[in-house]
């Protein structure tokens, strides 16, 4: 069975631009969440949804969003990019909430 | 007050040998999840154990065990007969409240460990 899957993997913006990051879940999976983990640190929990509903939101400010859709994949958006946003982008999903989560492989992103 | 300690930034383990990675956590939360994860230098975190605050006993996965002493908050990994493919950073991470609180994972600041042949 496939894994969690997100694209792109790579991606290099210049400040002040807008970025989608993607999110396929595990076959099955109804909720995702989204980490950002900046270079020498652990995640830090940026989203969580499930069935479609926003369900926690970490400390990151509002040009930061999120949708989840009708078939459980989601996007993050990131708007006006600082360059403290370079980070890698880390999407998990769950069966359900609050089980184990299982981690897609990434984005690394790179604001110029 | 940080919620996940890991104390060990980085180490060094012989090949075939055993390895204790330390986590120690913060909550007043009596329901509570915790999650050790291996990171890899592709950047993929990969699930290892869980282990349940109400859980009797210490959860156990192939060569990975958690030793969990809820009275002094710890949560050690142990990694028995280590591998080279065991070169990687270790997150302990902690899910406070109960299942149906969400999926937000708090994660400590990793322990890097490297397998000399």
């Known amino acids: 069975d496939a894994g969690v899957t997100q694209s792109p993997t790579h991606l290099i913006k210049t400040r002040g631009q807008h970025v989608t990051l993607r999110c396929s879940p595990i076959s099955g999976h109804k909720s995702v969440s989204w980490y950002q983990q900046v270079l020498g640190q652990g995640p830090q929990f940026i989203f969580q949804?499930?069935?479609?509903?926003?369900?926690g939101r970490g400390n990151f400010p509002d040009r930061f969003s999120a949708r989840q859709f009708p078939n459980y994949s989601s996007e993050l958006n990131v708007n006006a990019l600082l360059l403290g946003d370079s980070a890698l982008y880390l999407c998990?999903?769950?069966?359900?909430?609050?089980?184990?989560?299982?981690f897609g492989p990434g984005t690394r992103l790179l604001v110029l | 007050a940080q919620k996940i300690t890991q104390t060990q930034p980085g180490m060094f383990v012989q090949e075939k040998e055993a390895v204790t990675l330390d986590c120690t956590y913060d909550t007043s939360d009596p329901s509570y999840g915790l999650f050790w994860y291996k990171q890899p230098s592709s950047g993929e975190m990969i699930f290892l154990i869980y282990?349940?605050?109400?859980?009797?006993q210490n959860a156990t996965e192939g060569r990975y065990s958690l030793n969990f002493q809820k009275a002094r908050k710890s949560a050690n990994l142990v990694i028995s007969a280590s591998q080279l493919g065991d070169s990687a950073m270790y997150f302990c991470?902690?899910?406070?409240?109960?299942?149906?609180?969400?999926?937000?994972?708090?994660f400590g600041g990793g322990t890097r460990v490297l397998v000399k042949p």
């Open positions: 282990q349940g605050s109400y859980d009797q």
């Open positions: 949804y499930y069935e479609k509903e926003e369900r």
């Open positions: 991470a902690m899910r406070e409240g109960p299942t149906a609180a969400g999926n937000k994972l708090t």
């Open positions: 998990a999903s769950s069966l359900v909430e609050g089980v184990t989560q299982y």
